[in-house]
């Protein structure tokens, strides 16, 4: 009875009684879930454009943070910095094309996700020699200070990241609804050879997405470095971004957005809320649980493309 | 000229459909299998069983189980840990509360109990497919884990969180604890592996491995044809369970003897079982024993041969360099053979055939 | 031909590795300490200054000393990860090294621990797991070879609540306070739970417990909870990327710093610095000073780095946990010595380091002799108490470095001694261990 009012009743009851919290909570949870969109981002654009499962986006988020910091502690100025490090994020996706990609054409996605997970050993035993193991510290000069508006706590350097992220997705979107370049990449997603056939230059297309994707993972490597600092345990926060993109939808760049402001406002209210009564720390699954009931109803995520099976 | 089967004739059924139609073959796994339990013991020194053998044969036989899921039934599968967890947490509370039950009847109980949570975390299956069922089962994976970690129950409340394997024995000698030799450890999990790639061998050649097969290449025709999908994917999901669930229990009874729910993590067992099948190629038993071989020993192989061929580096480098070279063998190993090692097992027979003399 | 090539190198890889690990190495009369380490990933921002404090003080030791009474000090490093698989592989390829096999081992890592802790009695090596591991282990007569000094969990537990009371002005102003534990969703972190509820029974705390999930990069959820309960202290077991996460968050609520406690795993450089200024007054456990203005400090530049300082730092040295790497090299190499003043100054084996890690007295004069007078508390062992309960300092970050902020606080041994043996009977009853009598 007392575990049914506090699952139930108590919750609903504690939301209603301060509903200036309640807004607080689920501000916080918009903030995480666009942290959780800009990693999740990065899957998106290379699922869509090569069928990979990448599950080496979090390698090449730290991968990246490492660069940028290894070049600023070397005394580069943040933009020249910055510009290094999107050099190199291109050049890794010439390499992983000409190394990777090309010879593995046509095969089954779990080859191509197995590869990627080789790809994944290769950059965190490369960013750590070249950069060394130690935690460190990133400041990109985003100002983190916080206010108050209305009994809400913000803080500009959340605020800065959502809108960062939001700009990153629009534009995003964009591209792939509205260019050719866009529909090229959709085509490519859908059958390799198919898009070869008429005419579709795989290879650059490849180039660029890994590199736009290298892009978005410099980014959110800043974003989630600036918070906890450079170091090794950025790869992890891959796993953060998996329930956002089942539940946007492996191939969908507004899903990913959409899906992270779900997922982040949902398991910041359940947590706040139902937490206590289940123990604490349900976050992790509860996510996942989430992203699951959206599953059963939409086996494709939310705004994927439509499975469609004919015998 | 090894490998020649001209002149062995079949001329009954039951010899056409053996496991081994060829008799290199059965000669070939009797010899191995002879050596494994009359040579292997004899050779190898504790570090070689303890630290190598016996966790590559607990792992082998995970690797199985989630090969039987993935590879033959095709659901993509994450939850390999939370899997084994069920085992070994089940397990552990049957022998610290019963006392008296034979410690090989609880293994396989274990995997029972395994069996039964792979069936509730298998029902999405019915509705979600592919890499979306896979990052699902990982819901499995994280609240399993952090349900044994916030439960006390299931560690009989002690303060420190962990389960430790009580000394138990069989046939007079202690095969549990931290007085069972490494011997008595390797013959434990070298007959769990055997017999359980025995069964799954027969499994897959019989009715139900070929339902799962169908369902694998397409579950709608598969459903068109009469295969019930339900009970097909349920069928796959529960015995893939058992498997890992047994195999969850003998890598903390016979391999590490106590842990904590982060002995199961996702990072540390759920995705390297997947490499090993992945590697060792989907849908062949006899490849997740060879990925599960190529997963575990590499690693160790590439810390052990610097140092022995007179190669010193600083450990941090060291460790980095094995990650970059085992990363790109991995890649080249896909690139020249996508379909793993059990199908460049099959090349290599192929290859005997002929030997010396190809045309 | 792909395939040729690939069958012959898998071939020619297979044969080098048999022959090669067959070989075995012939050894002088040294005495070989294993170093479990983690260099590299997750947690190597926590791994390297340990692993460093180690290696410098053990070769100080060989170069100033000419060894421990005159027997060489040798050791090898194994990389872990920090991941219990790699560990056991580490311990297993280490173990029988040297003339007389692995002294004793210090595995760093709460899941390699208790995974040795059962091996520990069959292969005769001692575990020094100095503030970490099972906590129970305290308790000598059961666990006859694991030693967990100067002081357990929740010796710390108890001794944060004594800070608190010390700040707050007695142990009667501490009714109706309120403290929130932060704690590492693991076993590690739900240690001091269970000492920090009863304490609240006993002084009327409100205490109120906080997981956070592994690995704590994300913990908004958490700090919203703190922000709307409020509470006076805050008390934080965390490990790796979750400490500094958790500083920033604290920071970013203007949560008094002062007021915010870590454990001795939650209170390194590593923890602090990417918090920036907003980790300034930071406070947290320990049991050891932090910086370098020890004599000990002094000798390793000159012996160990031939006086080049600027290198020394490079390697981490006066770090917090290059500090704490270094008392434990240095309580493992005197309980060697203590060995030795009973069997004799020779390499000595597991089953007699042991017996010295059991009889280990480091007095004051001790200290003195080493360059650590004030640097960490004299230690006695027992045979019945493996903690000894050993006092605990707290140590405040000032925005460059940590310094001491309190007098050295004994545990309230009361409150926690009857529960460690409870935890002990508990684990000898599921081993059938029959408790020693001491």
């Given at each position: 009875?007392?575990?049914?009012?506090a699952v139930?009743?108590?919750?609903f009851?504690?939301?209603a009684d301060?509903?200036?919290?309640f807004?607080?909570v689920?501000?916080?949870?918009l903030m995480s879930?666009?942290m959780?969109?800009?990693?999740a981002?990065?899957?998106?654009?290379?699922?869509?454009?090569?069928?990979?499962?990448?599950?080496?986006?979090?390698?090449?988020?730290?991968?990246?943070?490492l660069t940028?910091?290894g070049?600023?502690?070397k005394?580069a100025p943040l933009?020249?910095?910055?510009?290094i490090?999107?050099?190199?994020m291109?050049?890794?996706?010439?390499a992983?094309?000409?190394f990777?990609?090309?010879?593995?054409?046509?095969q089954?996605?779990?080859?191509?996700?197995m590869a990627?997970i080789?790809?994944n050993?290769v950059?965190?035993?490369?960013?750590?020699?070249?950069f060394?193991?130690?935690v460190?510290?990133?400041?990109?000069?985003l100002?983190?200070?916080?206010?108050?508006?209305?009994?809400?706590?913000?803080?500009?350097?959340?605020l800065s990241?959502?809108?960062?992220?939001a700009?990153?997705?629009?534009?995003?979107?964009?591209?792939?609804?509205?260019t050719?370049?866009?529909?090229?990449?959709?085509a490519?997603a859908d059958?390799?050879?198919?898009?070869?056939?008429?005419?579709?230059?795989?290879?650059?297309?490849?180039?660029?997405?890994w590199?736009v994707?290298?892009?978005?993972?410099?980014?959110?490597g800043i974003?989630?470095?600036?918070?906890?600092g450079?170091?090794?345990?950025?790869?992890?926060?891959?796993?953060?971004?998996l329930?956002?993109?089942?539940?946007g939808?492996?191939?969908?760049?507004p899903?990913?957005?959409?899906g992270g402001?779900?997922i982040g406002v949902?398991e910041?209210?359940?947590?706040?809320y139902w937490?206590?009564?289940?123990?604490?720390?349900?976050?992790g699954?509860?996510?996942?649980?989430?992203a699951?009931a959206?599953l059963l109803?939409?086996?494709?995520?939310?705004?994927g493309e439509?499975?469609i099976?004919r015998? | 000229?090894?490998?020649?089967e001209a002149?062995?004739?079949?001329?009954?059924?039951n010899?056409?459909?053996?496991?081994?139609?060829?008799?290199?073959?059965?000669?070939f796994?009797a010899?191995?299998?002879?050596?494994?339990?009359?040579?292997?013991p004899?050779?190898?020194?504790e570090y070689w069983?303890q630290?190598v053998?016996?966790?590559?044969?607990?792992?082998?036989?995970?690797?199985?189980g989630?090969?039987l899921?993935?590879?033959?039934a095709?659901q993509v599968?994450?939850?390999?840990g939370?899997?084994?967890a069920?085992?070994?947490?089940a397990?552990?509370k049957?022998?610290?509360?019963?006392p008296?039950?034979?410690?090989?009847?609880?293994?396989?109980?274990?995997?029972?109990?395994?069996?039964a949570v792979?069936i509730?975390?298998g029902?999405?299956?019915?509705?979600?497919?592919?890499?979306?069922?896979?990052?699902?089962t990982?819901?499995a994976?994280?609240f399993?884990?952090?349900?044994?970690?916030k439960?006390?129950?299931?560690y009989?409340?002690?303060?420190?969180?962990?389960?430790?394997?009580?000394?138990?024995?069989?046939?007079?000698?202690?095969?549990?604890?931290?007085?069972?030799?490494?011997?008595?450890?390797?013959?434990?999990?070298?007959?769990f592996?055997v017999?359980g790639?025995?069964?799954?061998?027969?499994l897959v050649?019989?009715?139900?491995?070929?339902?799962?097969?169908?369902?694998?290449?397409?579950?709608?025709?598969?459903?068109?044809?009469?295969?019930r999908?339900?009970q097909t994917?349920?069928?796959?999901?529960?015995?893939?369970?058992?498997?890992?669930?047994?195999?969850g229990a003998?890598?903390?009874?016979?391999?590490?003897?106590?842990?904590?729910?982060?002995?199961f993590?996702?990072?540390?067992v759920?995705?390297?079982?997947?490499?090993?099948?992945i590697?060792?190629?989907l849908g062949?038993?006899?490849?997740?024993?060879?990925?599960?071989?190529?997963?575990?020993?590499m690693?160790?192989?590439?810390?052990?041969?610097p140092?022995?061929i007179?190669?010193?580096?600083a450990?941090?480098?060291?460790?980095?360099?094995?990650?970059?070279?085992?990363g790109?063998?991995?890649v080249?190993?896909?690139?020249?053979?996508?379909?793993?090692l059990?199908?460049?097992w099959?090349?290599?027979?192929?290859k005997?055939?002929?030997?010396?003399?190809?045309? | 031909?792909?395939?040729r090539?690939?069958?012959?190198?898998?071939?020619?890889?297979?044969?080098?590795?048999?022959?090669?690990?067959?070989?075995?190495a012939?050894?002088a009369?040294?005495?070989?300490?294993?170093?479990?380490?983690?260099?590299?990933?997750?947690?190597?921002?926590?791994?390297?200054?340990?692993?460093n404090g180690?290696r410098?003080?053990?070769?100080?030791?060989?170069?100033?000393?000419?060894g421990i009474?005159?027997?060489?000090?040798t050791?090898?490093?194994c990389?872990?990860k920090?991941?219990?698989?790699?560990?056991v592989?580490?311990y297993?390829?280490?173990?029988?090294?040297g003339?007389?096999?692995a002294s004793?081992?210090?595995?760093?890592?709460?899941g390699?621990?208790?995974?040795?802790i059962?091996k520990?009695e069959?292969?005769?090596?001692?575990?020094?797991?100095m503030g970490?591991?099972?906590?129970?282990?305290?308790d000598?007569?059961?666990?006859k070879?694991?030693?967990?000094f100067p002081?357990?969990?929740w010796?710390?537990a108890?001794?944060?609540?004594?800070?608190?009371?010390?700040?707050?002005?007695?142990?009667d102003?501490?009714?109706?306070?309120k403290?929130l534990?932060?704690?590492?969703?693991?076993?590690?972190?739900?240690?001091?739970n269970?000492?920090?509820?009863?304490l609240?029974?006993?002084?009327?705390i409100?205490?109120?417990?906080?997981a956070?999930d592994?690995?704590?990069?994300e913990?908004k959820?958490q700090?919203l909870q703190?922000?709307?309960?409020k509470?006076?202290?805050?008390?934080?077991?965390?490990w790796?990327?979750?400490?500094?996460?958790?500083?920033?968050?604290a920071?970013?609520?203007?949560?008094p710093?002062?007021?915010?406690?870590g454990?001795?795993?939650s209170g390194?450089?590593?923890?602090?610095?990417?918090?920036?200024?907003?980790?300034?007054?930071?406070k947290?456990?320990?049991?050891?000073?932090?910086?370098?203005?020890?004599?000990?400090?002094n000798?390793?530049v000159?012996n160990?780095?031939?006086?080049?300082k600027a290198k020394?730092m490079e390697?981490?040295m006066?770090?917090v946990?290059?500090?704490?790497?270094?008392?434990?090299?240095?309580?493992?190499?005197?309980?060697i010595?203590?060995?030795?003043?009973?069997?004799?100054?020779?390499?000595?084996?597991?089953?007699?380091?042991?017996?010295?890690?059991?009889?280990l007295?480091v007095t004051?004069?001790?200290l003195?002799?080493?360059?650590?007078?004030g640097?960490?508390?004299?230690?006695?062992?027992?045979?019945?108490?493996?903690?000894?309960g050993?006092?605990v300092?707290?140590?405040?970050?000032?925005?460059s470095?940590?310094?001491?902020?309190?007098?050295?606080l004994?545990?309230?041994?009361d409150i926690?001694r009857p529960?460690?043996?409870?935890?002990a009977?508990?684990?000898?009853?599921?081993n059938?261990?029959?408790?020693?009598?001491?």
């Open positions: 009875m007392e575990f049914l009012n139930f009743v108590a919750p009851l504690d939301i301060s509903p200036v919290f807004a607080e689920v501000i916080g949870g879930g666009v959780y969109s800009l990693v981002l990065g899957f998106v654009l290379i699922f869509k454009a090569s069928g990979v499962f990448n599950y080496a986006q979090g390698a090449m988020v730290l991968f990246a943070a940028l910091v070049a600023m502690e005394g933009w020249l910095a910055l510009l490090a999107l050099g190199v291109v050049a890794l996706a010439f992983v094309e000409r990777m990609l090309r010879k593995l054409i046509n089954e996605g779990i080859i191509l996700f990627t080789g790809l050993f950059l965190e035993g490369a960013g750590q020699i070249a060394g193991s130690d460190k510290r990133l400041d990109v000069g100002p983190d200070n916080s206010f108050e508006v209305g009994g809400i706590l913000f803080n500009t350097f959340d990241a959502a809108f960062i992220g700009a990153m997705v629009t534009t995003l979107a964009l591209f792939f609804q509205f050719p370049m866009g529909r090229a990449l959709r490519v059958d390799h050879q198919a898009a070869l056939s008429v005419g579709i230059p795989l290879k650059t297309i490849w180039v660029v997405v590199s994707a290298g892009a978005v993972a410099l980014v959110a974003m989630w470095g600036a918070k906890a450079v170091q090794f345990s950025l790869v992890l926060i891959a796993l953060k971004a329930p956002v993109l089942i539940l939808g492996f191939t969908s760049v899903g990913a957005i959409v402001l779900i949902g910041k209210v359940a947590e706040v937490g206590p009564t289940f123990g604490g720390a349900i976050e699954w509860f996510a996942y649980m989430l699951l959206f109803f939409r086996p494709q995520g939310l705004f439509k499975i099976e015998v | 000229m090894f490998y020649r002149g062995q004739f079949k001329t009954s059924y010899k056409d459909q053996a496991v081994f139609p060829i008799i290199q073959d059965r000669w796994i010899a191995v299998i002879i050596g494994a339990y009359a040579v292997v004899f050779a190898a020194d069983l630290a053998i016996i966790p590559f044969l607990i792992l082998a036989l995970a690797a199985i989630l090969n899921l993935t590879g033959y095709g599968s994450l939850g390999t939370a899997f084994m069920v085992g070994a947490y397990c552990y049957m022998t610290t509360n019963i008296d039950l034979n410690v090989v009847v609880a293994f396989l109980i274990s995997g029972v109990m395994a069996a792979g509730v975390f029902l999405p299956s019915l509705r979600i497919k592919g890499f979306y069922l896979a990052v699902a990982l819901a994976q994280f399993i884990l952090w349900l044994f970690n439960v006390g129950w299931f009989n409340d002690n303060p420190s969180g962990t389960i430790t394997a009580p000394p138990r024995e069989l046939f007079g000698i202690t095969i549990t604890g931290p007085q069972a030799t490494a011997e008595a450890r390797y013959f434990v999990s070298l007959t592996l017999v790639a025995i069964v799954a061998k027969n050649r019989g009715r139900i491995g070929r339902s799962w097969m169908a369902i694998r290449d397409m579950d709608i025709a598969a459903e068109i044809i009469g295969i999908p339900l994917k349920l069928m796959a999901f529960a015995i893939s369970s058992f498997y890992c669930g047994v195999a003998l890598y903390i009874f016979v391999w590490l003897g106590s842990a904590e729910t982060e002995a993590d996702l990072l540390q759920s995705f390297p079982i997947l490499f090993m099948i590697i060792g190629g062949s038993i006899m490849g997740s024993i060879m990925g599960a071989a190529f997963i575990t020993l690693p160790i192989f590439l810390t052990n041969f140092p022995m007179g190669i010193h580096l450990t941090d480098l060291q460790k980095h360099l094995e990650e970059i070279i085992f790109g063998m991995i080249a190993f896909l690139i020249v053979e996508p379909h793993g059990a199908r460049l099959q090349i290599a027979k192929e005997l055939r002929l030997w010396p003399f190809p045309y | 031909m792909k395939f090539t690939l069958f012959l190198g898998l071939l020619g890889a297979v044969v080098a590795v048999t022959g090669v690990m067959s070989m075995k012939a050894y009369a040294e005495q070989f300490i294993p170093m479990l380490v983690y260099r590299t990933g997750p947690y190597a921002p926590s791994g390297i200054p340990v692993a180690f410098d003080y053990y070769t100080l030791v060989n170069k100033r000393d000419g009474n005159g027997v060489k000090i050791f090898e490093e990389e872990t920090y991941n219990t698989k790699q560990g592989e580490c297993e390829k280490l173990k029988n090294k003339p007389t096999g004793l081992v210090n595995p760093y890592s709460t390699i621990t208790y995974q040795l059962p520990s069959v292969d005769g090596v001692p575990i020094l797991s970490y591991g099972r906590t129970s282990a305290a000598g007569r059961v666990f070879w694991v030693f967990n002081a357990t969990y010796s710390q108890s001794a944060f609540v004594k800070y608190v009371s010390r700040q707050e002005g007695g142990w102003k501490l009714k109706g306070k403290i534990h932060l704690y590492h969703n693991s076993a590690y972190g739900k240690e001091a269970a000492t920090l509820t009863a609240a029974k006993r002084y009327g409100k205490l109120t417990l906080l956070v592994h690995p704590g990069q913990q959820a700090w703190i922000r709307r309960k509470p006076d202290w805050i008390f934080m077991s965390g790796g990327v979750m400490n500094s996460v958790a500083i920033k968050e920071a970013s609520i203007n949560f710093m002062d007021h915010f406690v454990n001795w795993w390194s450089d590593a923890d602090v610095i990417p918090a920036g200024a907003g980790a300034k007054g930071y947290s456990a320990t049991f050891h000073g932090a910086g370098t203005g020890w004599g000990v400090h000798d390793i000159q160990v780095y031939g006086g080049d020394a390697n981490k006066g770090e946990l290059y500090n704490r790497g270094m008392v434990n090299a240095m309580f493992g190499v005197e309980a010595r203590t060995a030795m003043g009973k069997y004799g100054n020779k390499p000595m084996t597991g089953a007699q380091v042991r017996w010295g890690l059991e009889n007295n004051k004069a001790h003195k002799a080493l360059g650590m007078e640097f960490t508390q004299p230690v006695k062992v027992s045979c019945a108490d493996h903690e000894t050993g006092s300092m707290f140590q405040q970050w000032d925005g470095k940590w310094s001491f902020s309190s007098k050295w004994p545990p309230l041994r926690v529960m460690i043996e409870s935890d009977a508990m684990y000898a009853k599921e059938k261990i029959t408790p020693r009598k001491c």
